[in-house]
């Protein structure tokens, strides 16, 4: 089973934190917190533009966890 999944867009959480919406219905945060994670991109709107449809393996698809039902 392939867990590859597309980037269909971006939110943030309560913390005002980044979240990858995933194509299968799952989200991943992209936290942007260094020196220990660095993804500048996900500060702007051109870089998480950028990275729509971009291919990522969902963690929790290959865990087998429920989809959100928000």
Same mark, same amino acid.
């Given at each position: 089973?392939?867990y590859?999944?597309?980037?269909? =867009?971006?939110?943030?959480?309560?913390? &005002? &934190?980044?979240v990858?919406?995933?194509? @299968? *219905?799952?989200?991943?945060?992209?936290?942007?917190?260094?020196?220990?994670?660095?993804?500048?991109?996900?500060?702007?709107?051109? *870089?998480?533009?950028?990275?729509? *449809?971009?291919?990522?393996? @969902?963690?929790? @698809?290959?865990? =087998?966890?429920?989809?959100?039902? &928000?």
């Amino acid at each position: 089973m392939s867990y590859q999944v597309t980037v269909t =867009g971006f939110m943030q959480d309560e913390q &005002d &934190d980044w979240v990858m919406l995933l194509s @299968c *219905g799952h989200r991943q945060h992209v936290r942007h917190q260094p020196p220990f994670i660095n993804r500048p991109w996900v500060t702007t709107q051109s *870089g998480r533009e950028r990275h729509l *449809g971009m291919v990522v393996t @969902c963690n929790q @698809c290959q865990r =087998g966890m429920p989809f959100p039902r &928000d």
